[in-house]
T-cell receptor
């Protein structure tokens, strides 16, 4: 039973528009969340994170929102660029510093020029 | 810095064969780990190490062995490969045990077991 779910396997967005990637989790012990980005034939790279004491974290074009009561987080990319086309993984852990990383299955984002 | 390197990039094995996936990092990171990625699933933690001489099991350790004799290297051994071990394997490292948002991943090894 997946503890971290990304229910959209793929998403297509026009360049310049907003991309919204969603993630749901079931384990209430999770309190630190991360997004990773992965290009083909490369390893994942860290993108942005959020602690459960916050409901929003921004880094440039990337914003992560956390709704702890709904056990839901989302990644917003504004504006989307063709170089953002990649697979995005949501991951969760019970506290920053935990080795027990749980990843979602990923969402493939395609940004169309 | 080369970062995290993995060899080989691709490997095909027959059932029952053994092999070692190599992982090395040149960043003097204490924490290293191995994940596997299967279609439709996220990365799953196989084994990890918080320093030389110390290893522990992750979520899916069965069928795999690890050792950490140096800070730089963290090889993953398959003693008797099975088709269920067909996957893409990623090694990762970070400077402090469990500082999760600074994990650096290698490019992966794609393994097929026939």
């Amino acid at each position: 039973d997946q503890q971290v779910k990304q229910n959209s396997p793929s998403l297509s967005v026009q360049e310049g528009r907003i991309s919204i990637l969603n993630c749901d989790y079931t384990n209430s012990m999770f309190d630190y969340f991360l997004w990773y980005k992965k290009y083909p034939a490369e390893g994942p790279t860290f993108l942005i994170s959020i602690s459960s004491i916050k409901d929003k974290n921004e880094d440039g074009r990337f914003t992560v929102f956390l709704n702890k009561s709904a056990k839901h987080l989302s990644l917003h990319i504004v504006p989307s660029q063709p170089g953002d086309s990649a697979v995005y993984f949501c991951a969760a852990t019970p506290g920053r510093g935990g080795q027990n990383f749980v990843f979602g299955p990923g969402t493939r984002l395609s940004v169309l020029p | 810095n080369a970062g995290v390197t993995q060899t080989p990039k691709f490997q095909v094995l027959k059932t029952g064969q053994s092999m070692t996936l190599q992982c090395a990092q040149d960043m003097n990171h204490e924490y290293m780990s191995w994940y596997r990625q299967d279609p439709g699933m996220g990365l799953r933690l196989i084994h990890y190490s918080v320093g030389a001489g110390i290893t522990d099991q992750g979520e899916v350790p069965n069928g795999y062995n690890v050792s950490r004799s140096t800070t730089e290297d963290f090889p993953l051994r398959l003693l008797s490969a099975a088709p269920s071990q067909t996957s893409v394997y990623f090694c990762a490292s970070s400077p402090l045990a469990g500082v999760t948002d600074t994990q650096y991943f290698g490019p992966g090894t794609r393994l097929t077991v026939l």
